[in-house]
């Protein structure tokens, strides 16, 4: 998704600006390009702009091309195909105004019929081009003025950064659900729509509230709402290092963050466990005994990856706290007009704590009175504000497109809910200690089992050949196997489809053949039999099979072997070869296992 850099103080602005694309990368775009001041009122704007990555923009730097305040931006396509016009910064017609954009406006039709009626030349397909018009055509005196003008026109989504040439000492950016955050410095002062770009210049971040705007020079800054009273928004200290942002010996994000799981599942435990009660303690849950016990059900709201950690997290809870539990995707949940239950206890999880869908269904259910908790990554981010109280996954940065390590951190945080939850109620104290010595085991079998990366490698290019996959599981493995599917088919685009090995027989047998391998969850349950009874039927239809078990499947082709943890948390551990399975075969595909096609980080647009 799109990225906003922003920088004002003393030093040369332009490889600052890269180096805060650069860092913004991994989000997925398809241009850019940086505004600056050239020097003083009589310098003016230059902007340049590219199609494709920052390496091209960078190579297409004019010569003179200094100053020590501009913004910058990787675009996203929405409005318009992705090439050198439409990528941002916009200008208005006198290019006195420079603007860069993340979000979409939903009235840009409208206002660009208004604004062209007025004599307006438009020269881009964009909705963000209306912006940089509407500020540069405001009569108003100062550039917060226009801006606040300018927006007061907007319906739907923005984070912007506006320079103005008449207006060299200042950048002023706004915020209406898309991030932005302020970045404090030493007579300098940073902005971005992430703080992966500002963590190597400051830790000391400010996060505007949808609805803020600020003020950016070099040795100040102050934050106003939009109708233009004075908010008191103040630093806070980012946790996240700049060194957990690079590669560290690895040839991709996604290898580094699969190897980044035992110290992450660490770190989430770290501090929360209660040897004494048999529970844990989650801190920012906000919910008392009396409240725990009053909830009747949950329902756990995420997207794609995070909506299968939420599949297993709702598993869990029936199974430790039974309290009726279930997950939906918020995209689909937010449409539905759904019926908002006050015993129900609402779960929104998210990694980066932006997307849009999740954040418009928090908002929907807020709005009707709910509970609603966050299970989340990114401290700070607008799903962890928006929420009654959650708890924090402490992943660290994932950088990858593809979630792995969060998938993991979010389903051991589920583990500690589900844990909390069942010892308010009926979860006797022997289970509760059971769970711990479980939750306590997983570092070291994330370990186990990428020590056997290299057989999992080989068994990726065994199958690297197949043109579609079938992922099986039951119950527990069901959400495992559609995990790892949606991984596989997003770094390798081999396509790849998930069923309830229940299901079997009621339709997707019709496609077991020789040429249509299957990937089958098998622990060690109550279920074996009958997940050894599924093997059995593919093989009579001459499929081939890779399964993930506890113990060597005789049926399967090749088996996955993994360690066996208690059969409630079985599910955190099934999925990681999995992942490793599906970078090994992207990998043997040569993809761009950090940038699949088509993806971006975080969706915060519809
Ligand atoms: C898949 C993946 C996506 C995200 C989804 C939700 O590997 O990363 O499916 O899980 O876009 O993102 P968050 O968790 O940031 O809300």
């Not at 406006?105 to 307006?120: C, M, Y």
């Not at 959650?390 to 792995?404: D, F, K, R």
């Amino acid at each position: 998704m799109c990225g906003i850099v922003g920088y004002i103080g003393k030093r040369d602005v332009a490889p600052l600006l890269l180096e805060g694309l650069q860092r913004l990368e991994y989000r997925g775009y398809d241009s850019a390009g940086i505004a600056l001041h050239a020097g003083g009122k009589a310098g003016g704007l230059k902007t340049a702009k590219a199609k494709g990555r920052v390496r091209e923009l960078e190579a297409r730097l004019p010569k003179r091309f200094a100053g020590t305040t501009g913004i910058a931006h990787t675009r996203w396509a929405t409005h318009g195909a992705p090439n050198d016009v439409n990528a941002h910064p916009h200008m208005d017609n006198d290019e006195k105004v420079a603007v860069v954009h993340n979000g979409i406006i939903d009235n840009a039709s409208e206002l660009r019929a208004r604004l062209t009626a007025e004599g307006v030349t438009f020269l881009s397909d964009t909705d963000t081009e209306v912006l940089a018009h509407l500020v540069g055509r405001s009569q108003a005196e100062t550039l917060e003025e226009k801006v606040r003008e300018a927006v007061r026109h907007i319906e739907g989504t923005y984070g912007i950064a506006v320079l103005h040439a008449d207006f060299p000492d200042r950048i002023v950016v706004a915020r209406n659900g898309s991030p932005v955050v302020l970045g404090i410095g030493e007579k300098e002062m940073f902005v971005s729509s992430d703080v992966a770009a500002l963590v190597s210049h400051t830790r000391q971040v400010v996060t505007l509230d949808d609805g803020e705007m600020a003020t950016l020079k070099a040795d100040d800054y102050r934050t106003y709402t939009t109708e233009g009273s004075r908010t008191s928004a103040q630093p806070t200290t980012v946790e996240w290092e700049a060194e957990s942002y690079d590669m560290g010996g690895h040839d991709t994000y996604m290898h580094k963050e699969i190897y980044e799981q035992a110290d992450a599942v660490d770190r989430a435990l770290r501090g929360r466990i209660d040897d004494r009660f048999s529970t844990v303690h989650l801190g920012g849950l906000n919910l008392d005994a009396r409240d725990a016990r009053a909830v009747r059900r949950v329902k756990i709201l995420g997207c794609g990856t995070s909506y299968h950690a939420g599949q297993i997290g709702a598993q869990m809870i029936e199974e430790l706290a039974r309290i009726p539990a279930d997950a939906e995707p918020a995209s689909e949940f937010r449409y539905r007009n759904p019926v908002v239950d006050p015993d129900t206890l609402y779960i929104a999880v998210s990694q980066s704590g932006e997307t849009y869908d999740v954040l418009a269904a928090v908002q929907e259910l807020k709005r009707k009175g709910a509970r609603v908790l966050g299970l989340v990554n990114v401290v700070g981010s607008a799903i962890a504000r928006e929420t009654d109280g959650g708890i924090y996954v402490h992943a660290g940065p994932e950088v990858c497109v593809v979630s792995t390590k969060c998938f993991t951190n979010m389903v051991v945080s589920f583990g500690l809910l589900a844990l909390h939850l069942g010892r308010t109620r009926d979860l006797s104290v022997a289970d509760g200690k059971r769970i711990i010595e479980g939750l306590r085991k997983l570092p070291a079998q994330i370990s186990e089992i990428l020590a056997n990366e290299g057989e999992i490698e080989k068994l990726a290019a065994e199958y690297a050949d197949a043109k579609s996959m079938l992922f099986i599981g039951r119950v527990r493995g069901y959400p495992v196997a559609r995990e790892a599917s949606l991984k596989l088919k997003e770094v390798s685009y081999i396509h790849a489809e998930a069923y309830p090995a229940s299901e079997l027989k009621h339709g997707p047998l019709a496609l077991i053949e020789p040429a249509m391998p299957t990937v089958a969850i098998v622990p060690d349950d109550e279920l074996l039999e009958k997940n050894r009874a599924a093997l059995e039927e593919i093989k009579a239809r001459s499929g081939r099979i890779l399964a993930v078990a506890h113990q060597v499947q005789e049926k399967a082709d090749h088996t996955i072997v993994v360690p066996k943890n208690e059969h409630e948390l079985d599910a955190i551990l099934m999925g990681i070869p999995l992942q490793l399975f599906a970078y090994h075969t992207a990998k043997a595909m040569g993809r761009d296992i950090d940038k699949p096609r088509n993806l971006a980080k975080s969706v915060t647009v519809e």
